[in-house]
Nanobody, 121 residues
Framework: VQLQASGGGLVQAGDSLRVSCVAS????????MGWFRQAPGKEREFVAR????????DYADSVKGRFTISRDKAKNTMYLQMDSLKPEDTAVYYC???????????????WGQGTLVTVSS
């Protein structure tokens, strides 16, 4: 499985941004798809996850109500719509794939290269 994240950029606080993750490889391996982020000097943290088949979602408390995770099965693409962005959302955003419904990074087997999101105040 290969994951390619894109769509990051520099935005102002309050703006919106959508990042994407294109998946290729064996579709049964997608299982659970997730977004994580890592700010400078901090550990990688869970942002959101979705089941590939049924579209069940879950979010970290810090982004609940502002971010929306979705997937387009026909395009093998996962999205993270980020609204009402805050400076503390600044981080490299990574997409990941695994088979376990969990939020810890170690439970995900495949990772994209990351895309940088910078939110200025």
């Amino acid at each position: 499985v290969q994951l390619q994240a894109s769509g990051g950029g520099l935005v102002q606080a309050g703006d919106s941004l959508r990042v994407s993750c294109v998946a290729s490889g064996l579709t049964f391996s997608y299982g659970i798809m997730g977004w994580f982020r890592q700010a400078p000097g901090k550990e990688r943290e869970f942002v959101a996850r979705i089941t590939w088949d049924s579209g069940i979602t879950d979010y970290a408390d810090s982004v609940k109500g502002r971010f929306t995770i979705s997937r387009d099965k026909a395009k093998n693409t996962m999205y993270l719509q980020m609204d009402s962005l805050k400076p503390e959302d600044t981080a490299v955003y990574y997409c990941a794939s695994g088979l376990t419904w969990a939020s810890h990074p170690r439970t995900y087997d495949y990772w994209g290269q990351g895309t940088l999101v910078t939110v200025s105040s």
